[in-house]
């Protein structure tokens, strides 16, 4: 088999058979691309990978890639044809990525021509009481760290014909979804520190909160870790959060000093999950006695890190607010185009932003003992 340098060609060639489809069609599956332009697997995923990202296709996890596009504004209703009704609905927990998220989302669906609300709500009752006897074509939900009550997924399928959840993985529940995926976040974290020089990689996280997925990225970093060259152990540090005020940096400290305190070789690179903030993670390294970048590197699984000036900028995993609206439009207009289609789930894929937190390990960096620097 002949395969392809680059995927640019494919790409091209890709772009322009797509091009010709209708909005919703059905692709061909990636064997089939492969086996017709005599490349590999690896040489269509890349080629898919940057028509994803340019918006042309959008993949669900088993049931393959679908042109997008389409006139989201319109919803075909028995009869005549109206603007779309989408309702934005959020849990009032928190959240400035989330918040940036469902304002952007509306501001886009608002341009598009659809009715579009957003609506943020505490428990059920409440959510019933302000929703009332609205009906609406899409809802998208975003939970946010909040348990996701039955009820509240139920009452919100009654409002509206289809609904999708962003930011959480649901089983059994026969909503759509849209979530990061969280696998290829750590094997993207894991191999920039690789190939920065650090053989020695540890994980700093947030306490196990079920409803923000950290035991799936503990698992993903064990998973990752093991299949790495190499016989260094996993090191996994666990910070505890005020549950107002986030992780601070004497809660950041505290777990470096407890958990670092018997092992005896340590990292020369973490990566970083949860609501942790860049400041509060320098802070927290050097009063613990590690610097970064000098003595540790750092690669955060975050996705607001474009807020932050340059040189403050954290290496960084995830997602821009852009990103993620353009995937959540995407997705209304797929299900909008085909209503009845079974519930999928959408994996996004997360981009690796160059910062200023991790540098190639010359052998001499790394963490080190407070102890061992005062001798």
């Known amino acids: 088999m002949k395969d392809i340098s680059s995927s640019a060609t494919l790409v091209d060639r890709l772009r322009a058979e797509f091009k010709t489809l209708e909005a919703g069609s059905q692709v061909p599956t990636m064997r089939d691309v492969a086996s017709r332009h005599d490349v590999s697997v690896f040489t269509v ?17 088993g049931r393959g890639s679908f042109v997008t596009g389409g006139d989201i504004a319109r919803s075909r209703v028995p009869g005549r044809t109206r603007a779309a009704r989408i309702l934005i609905v959020s849990h009032s927990t928190p959240s400035m990525r989330g918040y940036k998220v469902a304002h952007s989302l509306q501001t886009e669906l608002l341009q598009a021509g659809c009715r579009a609300i957003t609506v943020s709500y505490s428990d059920a009752i409440e959510l019933g009481d302000v929703l009332g006897d ?33 930011g959480r993985e649901l089983e059994r529940l026969d909503v759509d979804v849209f979530v990061r995926n969280r696998a290829k976040s750590m094997a993207l974290a894991l191999n920039a520190l690789r190939e920065l020089g650090h053989a020695r990689i540890g994980l700093l996280t947030e306490r196990l909160d079920a409803a923000a997925g950290y035991a799936a990225i503990e698992n993903h970093f ?9 016989d260094a152990e996993s090191l996994i540090v666990r910070a505890a959060a005020d549950q107002d005020d986030g992780i601070l940096a004497s809660e950041i400290r505290d777990a470096l000093q407890k958990d670092l305190a018997n092992v005896s070789k340590l990292p020369t690179g973490f990566i970083v999950s949860g609501r942790f903030e860049p400041a509060s993670i320098k802070e927290g390294f050097r009063s ?21 000036p340059e040189d403050a900028r954290f290496t960084a995993v995830g997602r821009t607010t852009e990103h993620v609206v353009r995937g959540l439009v995407s997705m209304i207009n797929w299900r909008l185009s085909n209503p009845n289609e079974p519930s999928v789930q959408v994996l996004d ?11 190639r390990n010359d052998g001499t960096g790394g963490i080190r003992h407070a102890e061992s620097d005062a001798q």
């Open 45 to 61: 995923q890349r080629a898919f990978d940057v028509l994803k990202e340019e918006g042309l296709i959008q993949s669900f996890v």
């Open 134 to 166: 609205g009906r609406y074509d899409v809802c998208v939900l975003q939970p946010r760290r909040s348990i996701l009550p039955v009820e509240v997924v139920a009452m919100l399928k009654s409002k509206a014909r289809h609904m999708i959840v962003e």
């Open 222 to 230: 064990l998973q990752n870790h093991a299949s790495l060259p190499g």
């Open 288 to 308: 613990a006695g590690f610097e970064i970048p000098a003595d540790v590197s750092v690669v955060s699984l975050r996705v607001d890190t474009e807020s932050y």
């Open 349 to 359: 894929n997360p981009s690796l932003f160059a910062g200023c937190s991790a540098v």
